[in-house]
Nanobody
Framework: QVQLVESGGGLVQPGGSLRLSCAAS????????MGWYRQASGKQRELVATITSGGSTNYADSVKGRFTISRDNAKHTVYLQMNSLKPEDTAVYYC??????????????WGQGTQVTVSS
C-alpha cells in the first residue's frame, strides 16, 4: 500500500510559524516532483509550492518569501516551513507526489490533507 502521510497542521496566530511534513511509504522506486497544495473553504485547490528530485522549487506568488519547501529524498519526505502566516493562509493543505513504483508503474498520489488555521 503506497500512501502519503501528512502531519504538522494546527492553529496558529497571525505572524506565527508552522512546519508541515509529508512522508511517502510503500513499494516506491523513486519520487520525481513533490509538492503542497491548499484548498480554502469555498475555493478551488491551488498550488502552494513544488520541488523536484534535484531540488528545483516553484512557489505561488502569495507565499514567496514566507514559505520554504524542502525534501529528504532518502526518507521520501517533503516539508513546508511556513513563516509570517496570515489569516488568508487558512486552508486544508494537501501533499502531492509523482511516484515510480518498484512494479514500474507510475502514480500521482495525494495525501489526506491537514488543516492549517491562522487566527487570533
Amino acid at each position: 500500500q503506497v500512501q502519503l502521510v501528512e502531519s504538522g497542521g494546527g492553529l496558529v496566530q497571525p505572524g506565527g510559524s508552522l512546519r508541515l511534513s509529508c512522508a511517502a511509504s510503500g513499494s516506491i522506486f523513486s519520487i520525481s516532483s513533490m509538492g503542497w497544495y491548499r484548498q480554502a473553504s469555498g475555493k478551488q485547490r491551488e498550488l502552494v509550492a513544488t520541488i523536484t528530485s534535484g531540488g528545483s522549487t516553484n512557489y505561488a506568488d502569495s507565499v514567496k518569501g514566507r514559505f520554504t519547501i524542502s525534501r529528504d529524498n532518502a526518507k521520501h519526505t517533503v516539508y513546508l516551513q511556513m513563516n509570517s502566516l496570515k489569516p488568508e493562509d487558512t486552508a486544508v493543505y494537501y501533499c502531492n507526489a509523482h511516484l515510480a513504483l518498484i512494479t514500474a508503474s507510475r502514480l500521482n498520489l495525494w495525501g489526506q490533507g491537514t488543516q492549517v488555521t491562522v487566527s487570533s
